[in-house]
């Protein structure tokens, strides 16, 4: 079925419930442009007028099914808000030595903010007026000018090694997280630090708000994948046109 976007975001379900969306396409989409998993382990489905690629649980791709458990572990802990907003969600990490997890070729950060109390103001720009509220039309808008980044950067990256392995982390508040839980699909791990092969360059693609939660999503890639990207792609700061979309993330503050 179509990818919808609800007529209001009055409550935090709902909102957390669009956001769950998002991350399945977002993932979806890079791992299906990326050529991941064959086309089997996707189906096509609509966001508005935009024709997106859903990753399924296939038996004959375990590595999908595998993906498929680890995103409802990434719901089960942000659902319980056990995910820390200072670090990222979730780090989705691609790699090429199976016995050496930590040294990656190129990873997926998605990182999400959420309130405890109350719908959240418009943080998303510090150009904007703290006192106004996100409307379903800004999210919505939002939503469909990050996956077109989406497509727009994977398309033009040049091509992963035949033989890739993924790996996926989460982080959370050790205030509030119970110190034995772990989602369904993961296990305890030490936050051990990554190498990267090669030279990264590190994009910022977009982010999402709505009243209750912001999704952003960054990407580090190996800067040789770039050479062939249209220099018109990267720009500092949002345009209007539709390929000057990605920007490079010099200095997050927040980082």
Not at 158 to 176: A, G, R
């Amino acid at each position: 079925s179509a990818v919808t976007f609800p007529n209001k975001i009055s409550t935090e379900q709902q909102s957390l419930m669009l956001v769950k969306r998002l991350l399945a396409v977002a993932v979806s989409c890079i791992t299906y442009l990326r050529g991941i998993f064959p086309e089997s382990a996707y189906g096509t489905r609509y966001m508005d007028d935009v024709c997106v690629k859903i990753l399924r649980e296939d038996k004959n791709c375990p590595g999908s099914t595998q993906l498929v458990k680890w995103m409802l572990g990434c719901y089960d802990a942000l659902q319980k808000k056990y995910v820390s907003p200072q670090y990222h969600l979730a780090v989705l990490s691609v790699y090429t030595h199976p016995e050496d997890p930590q040294t990656i070729t190129e990873c997926y950060h998605f990182k999400f903010k959420y309130t405890q109390q109350g719908p959240l103001l418009d943080f998303s720009s510090k150009d904007k007026r703290n006192d106004s509220t996100i409307t379903c039309a800004d999210t919505k808008k939002a939503s469909i000018l990050l996956i077109r980044k989406i497509y727009v950067l994977m398309q033009n990256l040049s091509p992963l090694p035949d033989d890739v392995c993924l790996t996926m982390k989460l982080f959370y508040y050790d205030e509030v997280t119970p110190s034995d839980y772990q989602p369904p699909g993961f296990k305890e791990g030490e936050c051990e630090g990554m190498i990267f092969e090669g030279e990264p360059m590190y994009l910022n693609v977009g982010e999402v708000p709505t009243p209750f939660h912001m999704l952003k999503v960054k990407v580090t890639t190996e800067k040789q994948r770039m050479e062939n990207l249209d220099k018109s792609i990267l720009k500092h700061g949002e345009t209007n046109t539709p390929h000057q979309l990605l920007r490079v993330d010099r200095d997050d503050p927040e980082e």
